[in-house]
């Protein structure tokens, strides 16, 4: 793969460099509520303005479905990276149109400008191939056919997209170094860990988890579960669950795998449970086989957190995908932040992945630092782990 550095031994001042960039950060309404995929797009971005390049950066909000939204524009993420770079951003008003060839004429060297979310073309998420090929194309017109492409989205190279696939076919293409950093630390993930090795995993879905949980319990010494799948492993050991999440379908998959790797996987012992899904619900402690009627578990208990950092403070190698509660309500967030502080008060490799863990992280307050690597990739490092091939870095390969 080529890199960013490879680019800047050349001389790069008053050329155009296309960036794809991950800056799909959590808003509420026009304010970023956790900028870290932004701070995460410093490095590259910072290396090309420093290099005197005109760079374009292009990148999404959300999923707009195809068409402008003014909910999905990017417009906040380029003030807030004008803020953190101290030098203006320009904002396109459309993806490729008018405004974007305006824009982009107008760039100097070392300044950055950003094309309004490439989600809002219909052709960058397109199925057909020829489709993403017609905004692809649009793209290379914009930025002049001698402009290099920088890929440095980590968190959407697992997408067969326009801007991050079809695009590196057609202009000379490297990877950013956000892109380099978050796979080096994963290939250490997938290339002889040191042991032990431990991963948490969290979040609401066994579904949209078990291709990497089933891989990663081939490759891990314990699996500690958490959060909302965990109620259908525990639907799987015949507990009743009272109005927990409940994947219904994906019981009898969790029983298979319970049966085949029943030592591997730690399943919660206590919970945090409400009678409503709210943070002002009446709350109480319950051992996991005794969810009472009516009542849904929204966290770990205190014995399972002890249990769980005890695990955590032996591992060599730890990966940790997907809160273990409902963290945003305060109530439920003991758990979460449980795990994120034995993970950083311990010596092990240790990797965060997925947007709500990361962001996780820094809400609860817990010191960024104790991590060796917070990725700003979910779908993206989860996927990797399992080891399906990222339709995003296998177009970087020469
Ligand atoms: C993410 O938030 O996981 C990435 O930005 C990719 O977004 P997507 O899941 O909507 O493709
Ligand atoms: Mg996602």
């Not at 219909?122 to 056919?145: F, I, S, Y």
């Not at 992280?361 to 996927?383: M, N």
Request: proline share 4%.
């Amino acid at each position: 793969m080529h890199t960013l550095d490879d680019l800047l031994t050349g001389d790069i001042a008053g050329r155009t460099v296309l960036v794809r960039a991950d800056l799909n950060v959590p808003l509420d309404g026009t304010t970023i509520t956790d900028d870290g995929r932004i701070r995460a797009s410093l490095p590259t971005l910072q290396a090309l303005s420093d290099a005197g390049a005109r760079i374009v950066v292009t990148a999404h909000l959300g999923r707009p479905d195809g068409k402008a939204d003014a909910a999905y524009s990017l417009a906040p993420v380029a003030r807030r990276l004008g803020e953190l770079l101290g030098s203006g951003v320009a904002m396109a008003g459309d993806v490729v149109g008018e405004s974007a060839r305006a824009t982009v004429a107008g760039l100097h060297n070392g300044q950055i400008a950003v094309l309004e979310n490439i989600r809002f073309d219909p052709r960058e998420a397109a199925k057909n191939e020829a489709e993403r090929a017609g905004l692809a194309t649009a793209l290379v017109t914009l930025v002049g056919p001698d402009a290099a492409f920088v890929s440095d989205g980590f968190g959407v190279v697992h997408r067969k997209q326009a801007s991050v696939y079809d695009i590196a076919g057609r202009l000379p293409h490297y990877a950013g170094y956000l892109v380099s950093s978050e796979t080096a630390v994963l290939r250490k993930l997938t290339t002889e860990p040191e042991r032990p090795y431990i991963v948490i995993l969290g979040g609401a879905k066994v579904s949209d988890k078990l291709g990497v949980i089933k891989a990663l319990l081939e490759q891990v010494d314990r699996v500690l579960i958490g959060g909302g799948m965990a109620y259908t492993f525990l639907s799987a050991q015949g507990n009743q669950v009272g109005t927990s999440l409940l994947q219904l379908d994906m019981v009898g998959t969790c029983g298979d795998l319970l049966a085949a790797y029943g030592s591997k996987i730690l399943l919660p012992t206590d919970l945090v449970v409400a009678d409503a899904f709210a943070e002002d619900a009446q709350t109480r402690v319950v051992p996991a086989d005794r969810i009472p009627d009516g009542w849904q578990g929204l966290d770990i208990g205190p014995d399972t957190r002890r249990a769980f950092a005890a695990i955590i403070g032996q591992a060599a190698t730890v990966f940790w995908n997907g809160p273990v509660g409902v963290f945003e309500m305060a109530p439920f967030a003991d758990g979460t932040r449980a795990v994120a502080r034995a993970i950083a008060d311990s010596s092990a490799f240790s990797v965060v992945g997925g947007g709500d863990s990361a962001a996780g992280v820094r809400q609860l307050g817990i010191d960024e630092g104790g991590f060796t690597h917070i990725s700003t990739g979910g779908g993206a490092s989860l996927e990797y782990l399992e080891g399906k091939e990222l339709p995003g870095l296998q177009v970087l390969e020469p």
